[in-house]
């Protein structure tokens, strides 16, 4: 392990300061400010209330765990379906449930260890359910990449293959921080190249005040507050796959600053606060949060690990997210640039979920293991659903995650392998 240069708790100095923690917001940027422009949110209210999730996160985990919570991409799909069904205010009360079901989860743990979430959510589990997350959204990146109006248009899958090239050199040939920020540097690329060859209208830019405040969605105000069952069963079933995610992140980041984040400060305070994190996004038209890989990997490259320097991302992100300029030059990144670089994240996430099954050497030698990653991947990948009525419907996603954990729990031959220190 190399030698840290900032424990958790100490302070660097304010020049430092300034500079770590606009490196910690730069390399969240491209994938926080991605989500909501993928879900029709406002990229403005993303930042804000990965800012404002951020601090009560560390808060709440008092002030041991440096986390940054960003948009979650596991619920891109289900906030796209709720969002049909409903309305967008639909995605945001379903964000709230989620939320619920963090804190519930998080109240049993308190009471009872964590030991029986980790039987619940083993890697033959989890692994195929990732993998489903960037398979069934691969129709949309190639469609965001390629057509403009439903039709094909070569010129904009020029801007896409720009980025999707950008990235990847990005990924392959930079080593440090710029390796960490393949996803704002394909962006950015792919932006220049697309004011180059005509496709860019900066007419919101000019009318755009510098000042704005984020447009926010209050529930009762902007929106009726309805729960049906089928929003519940679209959007609740994937906190399996998040919670799994953010036991993953605790497990890496606590070996990465050599400490127990599980024991202390406990895996139900983690969870609340990454619950309280996505609850008060929901309330104001923020999409779910998640804690950040992006951010874990610049601690282990900077060897900074203290949590200051992370509130300090958080405040420069509440910061941004109210200049409106900023906003607006976002809001012009064509689409085909956001197609390009999704091409590659969702890959990379459905990539992710094979490494998962690899490090944890899941043997599909096993019968067992074998039909519950086939049944996982079928259904969330074919969009399988179970209609009970109009308005109660479970489908794709959801119904994978579901159907994911009855069969790990019902199947005979289950083994103890669960995610672990050593493979997370």
């Not at 500079?19 to 422009?37: N, Y």
């Amino acid at each position: 392990m190399s030698e840290k240069v900032l424990d958790v708790h100490e302070k660097p100095k304010m020049g430092h300061w300034l500079t770590l923690s606009l490196q910690h917001m730069f390399a969240m940027f491209g994938a926080t400010i991605l989500v909501p422009q993928l879900v029709g949110l406002s990229p403005a209210i993303a930042l804000l209330t990965s800012g404002i999730a951020t601090i009560v996160f560390i808060i709440v985990t008092r002030f041991q765990v440096p986390a940054y919570l960003g948009s979650s991409f596991a619920f891109i799909i289900p906030i796209q379906v709720a969002t049909e069904s409903g309305g967008i205010g639909s995605a945001m009360i379903g964000s709230t449930f989620v939320a619920l079901v963090y804190g519930i989860i998080s109240l049993i743990i308190w009471k009872t260890g964590s030991g029986w979430i980790m039987n619940v959510l083993p890697p033959i589990v989890v692994a195929p359910v990732i993998i489903v997350i960037g398979l069934a959204l691969a129709p949309t990146a190639v469609g965001m990449a390629s057509t403009v109006n439903n039709e094909y248009n070569l010129l904009h899958f020029s801007a896409a293959l720009v980025t999707l090239s950008a990235a990847i050199i990005c990924l392959m040939f930079f080593k440090g921080i710029i390796s960490l920020m393949p996803i704002l540097i394909g962006i950015i690329v792919g932006y220049i190249y697309s004011a180059a060859i005509g496709i860019l209208d900066f007419t919101k830019v000019i009318e755009a005040k510098v000042l704005v405040f984020p447009e926010m969605l209050i529930p009762g105000v902007d929106y009726d507050f309805v729960v049906t069952p089928t929003l519940l069963l679209v959007m609740v079933p994937i906190a399996i796959v998040t919670i799994s995610e953010h036991i993953g992140h605790q497990l890496v980041l606590g070996r990465i600053v050599e400490r127990d984040y599980i024991k202390d400060p406990g895996l139900h305070r983690s969870l609340l606060g990454d619950g309280l994190g996505t609850l008060l996004s929901g309330l104001i038209g923020g999409p779910p949060k998640t804690t950040y890989g992006e951010n874990i990997g610049v601690l282990a490259i900077t060897r900074v690990y203290s949590v200051y320097v992370i509130l300090g991302a958080a405040v420069f992100a509440i910061i941004f997210s109210f200049f409106g300029k900023v906003m607006a030059l976002i809001a012009t990144i064509p689409t085909a640039v956001l197609g390009g670089i999704s091409i590659l994240l969702f890959g990379i996430i459905a990539s992710s979920g094979l490494r998962m099954l690899v490090d944890h050497k899941v043997d599909f030698g096993n019968q067992r293991n074998l039909v519950i990653a086939s049944v996982i991947l079928v259904i969330g990948i074919g969009g399988a659903s179970i209609k009970f009525s109009e308005t109660f419907e479970i489908e794709g996603m959801a119904l994978a995650a579901i159907v994911g954990v009855v069969l790990n729990l019902v199947l005979p031959g289950k083994t103890t392998k669960k995610l672990t220190d050593e493979t997370a």
